[in-house]
């Protein structure tokens, strides 16, 4: 995909959706990995030319894990022309060693999104960017109908009132194989994610099933996705009007 396609599917969002407004300073939640790093390109080449004029600015929630090194990430940010705020945790230590927890990502999510939503205000930021694809919208309402039983996804936008942020969500439109290929097309600097948990999440098993159903039956995962977008989910009612 090139950045050309990538920035008319984030503009299709952002317009449909009200994600951007004038004078905006936009935290761009920056893992390493190819979903935020391509993120961080789109919102870059958005801010170029969208009528309404907003500020970025990058942030990393450093876990703790070893052998996590940013320095890639943090020299793109700088060729951009973003600053780079890595902010040091130690969530690791606190999930694997001292909670041992058996199903340790919702805590570490918690306490991820608690510590970027803590330096995002210190920075001044009142909306925060995160790279959720289209795929992971699909995967979410399937998690929530196997596993909680209610028709539910995370909406394209968020206020969080208690913190008076709101998380805005660009990549609705955009595909996963699509940020596949922008990532090989550009040779996007991609962090390895060093977490023992990763790829053996309840999110990767829902994946490889509707991966399984679409190969079985071509067309599903659009139809599932035009469910979402048509499904009437309260979060989502009159974001788009």
């Known amino acids: 995909m090139k950045l050309q396609q990538l920035l008319s599917l984030t503009r299709k969002a952002v317009d449909t959706y009200h994600l951007i407004d004038e004078g905006d300073h936009i935290a761009i939640g920056l893992s390493g990995g190819k979903d935020s790093l391509a993120l961080l ?3 870059h080449g958005l801010q170029r030319f969208y009528p309404k004029k907003f500020s970025l600015t990058a ?6 894990m070893e052998g996590f090194d940013l320095t890639p990430v ?3 940010c700088k060729e951009l022309g973003i600053s780079h705020h890595i902010i040091k945790t130690q969530i690791r230590q606190i999930v694997f060693e001292e909670r041992k927890e058996k199903n ?3 805590l570490c999510a918690k306490m991820r999104k608690g510590a970027l939503y803590n ?3 210190e920075l001044g930021c009142n909306k925060v960017a995160y790279a959720h694809h289209k795929d992971d919208f699909i995967e979410t309402m399937m998690m929530s109908m196997i596993y909680e039983g209610h028709f539910y996804c995370f909406p394209p936008k968020t206020y969080l009132d208690r913190m008076d942020l709101t998380i805005i ?7 996963e194989a699509d940020v596949i290929g922008f990532k090989n097309k550009y040779h996007l600097p991609v962090v390895k994610n060093p977490c023992p948990a990763d790829g053996a999440t309840k999110r990767e098993y829902i994946k490889q099933l509707i991966r399984t ?3 079985e039956n071509p067309g599903t995962k659009t139809r599932l996705f035009t ?3 048509n499904g009437h989910i309260p979060d989502w009612e009159d974001q788009n009007e």
């Open 41 to 43: 390109y789109a919102l």
């Open 59 to 64: 942030v990393s929630v450093d876990l703790g």
């Open 74 to 76: 943090t020299k793109l």
């Open 104 to 106: 340790p990502c919702s």
């Open 119 to 121: 330096a995002v205000k």
């Open 169 to 175: 969500r660009p990549f609705l439109y955009v595909e």
């Open 213 to 215: 159903i679409n190969h």
């Open 227 to 229: 469910a979402l977008i």
